[in-house]
């Protein structure tokens, strides 16, 4: 398998657009994370999916950021509108089992917003 | 809530010098502990993992962890660091009882001389 596959690695945008990041996580995990991570915050969680199904959305900072899991190969999250303080690394995991499992890291989204 | 503390921001270290990064963490009952390491631009990988059991577990790369209930700690440890170590590591905490959820503590930046 080629692991949690995330794009784009790099987003660059101005202040007031739209951003889309995608993951496709490993064949067969039941379970997908999305964190962001910040020198001032470190790494945060999201927001997470079983089975396609949002269950934990606590962490995501506000109306603002939205996440998707259509099917089980493909989730986004989406930033509408985005601002500067939303630059940070975002990254995608997937697990087979519950948070005692292993997580499986995607090399992460670099946003950068102008 | 459960949280997680690892106390030591940076740390330098001799190659082939031995290495212990801190972790304690904060909860009720027996968690679920793990260490990640993250490679620059790189998203995060096991190190290892603690569930139950034997309190001395090995990981990948010649590290290993203690659990120590008495203490809340988890630290990492290692006898000769190599200077493919230098990287951030990350100790997390996870319980069934918080949702399935990974709760990270702030990161442990690590450099190695030659």
């Known amino acids: 398998d080629a692991g949690v596959i995330q794009s784009p690695r790099h987003e660059v945008t101005e202040m007031g657009q739209e951003v889309t990041l995608r993951c496709k996580p490993i064949s067969g995990h039941d379970y997908l994370f999305w964190y962001r991570q910040t020198m001032m915050r470190g790494l945060e969680l999201l927001i997470y999916f079983n089975n396609n199904v949002p269950i934990d959305d606590s962490g995501m900072p506000e109306d603002r950021f939205s996440a998707k899991m259509p099917n089980a190969s493909f989730s986004t999250l989406k930033i509408q509108p985005s601002e500067p303080r939303d630059s940070a690394v975002y990254f995608c995991a997937s697990s087979p089992g519950g948070a005692w499992q292993e997580q499986y890291f995607g090399a992460g989204t670099r946003l950068s917003v102008l | 809530a459960q949280s997680v503390t690892q106390p030591d921001i940076h740390i330098t270290v001799s190659e082939g010098a031995s290495l212990e990064l801190r972790c304690n963490y904060s909860y009720g009952a027996t968690p679920y502990l793990f260490w990640y390491v993250q490679s620059p631009g790189q998203g995060l990988q096991l190190l290892l993992k603690?569930?139950?059991?034997?309190?001395l577990v090995q990981g990948i790369k010649g590290f290993e962890a203690e659990f120590k209930r008495s203490q809340s700690s988890f630290n990492l440890r290692k006898p000769s660091v190599h200077w493919s170590d230098a990287a951030e590591y990350f100790c997390a905490v996870a319980s069934r009882n918080a949702g399935n959820m990974l709760t990270f503590g702030g990161g442990t930046r690590l450099m190695v001389k030659p």
């Open positions: 603690y569930f139950s059991g034997d309190t």
